[in-house]
């Protein structure tokens, strides 16, 4: 059993900050991946900013240089800094990972997501 557990989200004002977390648990060997994916109403998912095992990351264009993604290792989480927010950024926020099992089975799972507006 592998859950990813989201938290963080919530309602600040333009121009705020919020730290988004992601906690992995379960029988988990190592996380290859875990990234964020951001879901406004009316429009597609799309990926925000990923970090491998290797510490690399990626940040979709409208993120650079506001938001920042960091895991801890010990704890199986990954967070996402996120500053000076705008109405823009508004969206259900769902992390995803690539998990390998403590018995080598991998996958993907996605958290539940978690509420993010941004308001004026």
């Known amino acids: 059993q592998v859950q990813l557990v989201e938290s963080g989200g919530g309602l600040m004002q333009d121009g705020g900050s919020l730290r988004l977390s992601c906690a992995a648990s379960?029988?988990?060997?190592?996380?290859?991946?875990m990234g964020w994916y951001r879901q406004a109403p009316g429009k597609q998912r799309e990926l925000v900013a990923s970090?491998?095992?290797?510490?690399?990351?990626t940040y979709a264009d409208s993120a650079k240089g506001r938001f920042t993604v960091s895991r801890d290792i010990a704890k199986n989480t990954a967070y996402l800094q996120m500053n000076s927010l705008k109405s823009e950024d508004t969206a259900v926020y769902y992390c995803?990972?690539?998990?390998?099992?403590?018995?080598?089975?991998?996958?993907?799972?996605w958290g539940q997501g978690t509420q993010v507006t941004v308001s004026s």
């Open positions: 995803n990972a690539r998990v390998i099992t403590t018995d080598h089975i991998g996958f993907g799972t």
């Open positions: 379960g029988r988990i060997f190592s996380i290859n991946y």
């Open positions: 970090i491998t095992s290797d510490g690399t990351t």
